[in-house]
């Protein structure tokens, strides 16, 4: 098999389709979250504590001199990101919490009888048969 089709068929198996659709949404879904953090709940978080702009806070290691930019690390930003990062465990969290329940009423349904035996259904009919003939 030539490599171009073993990779076609690699490419295009349900399941690789299905992780690269679940990517793109992740995706989309984090900058949602990212906007949600970022422009939503951290400023009123940053009001409530004295009108705070986390994405502000920063620590200057070495300050801008000529061409060269300052050197900061960015806690702010950092704040932000792991606020990000709890929504979204939440949120998949309360997926694969509403997953697992929707599985688990699945499994509790109960399962129908078994149908009985040939020679069971055979010998209900003759009975009833029976039955029918003695009236």
């Known amino acids: 098999m030539s490599m171009v089709k073993e990779f076609k068929a690699f490419a295009m198996r349900g399941n ?12 989309a879904f ?8 970022s422009d939503v709940i951290m400023p009123p978080i940053g009001m ?8 502000s806070f920063l620590l200057t290691l ?6 060269m930019a ?8 950092f704040i932000n990101t792991v606020v990000d990062f709890l929504i979204v465990a939440f949120a998949i969290f309360m997926v694969v919490k509403g997953i697992n329940s929707l599985k688990r009423k699945e ?29």
């Not at 070495?62 to 061409?67: I, L, M, N, T, Y």
């Not at 129908?112 to 009236?135: C, F, G, N, W």
């Open 16 to 27: 690789v389709v299905d992780m690269a659709v679940g990517i793109i949404i992740g995706v």
């Open 30 to 37: 984090g900058k949602i979250v990212s906007s949600l953090v």
């Open 48 to 55: 409530l504590l004295g009108g705070v702009d986390f994405s």
């Open 62 to 67: 070495k300050g801008a001199s000529g061409d």
């Open 70 to 77: 300052a050197v900061t690390i960015n806690y702010g930003v």
């Open 107 to 135: 499994e509790e349904k109960p399962a129908a009888p078994p149908a009985p035996p040939k020679q069971e259904v055979l010998l209900s009919e003759i009975r009833d048969l029976l039955k029918t003939r003695a009236k």
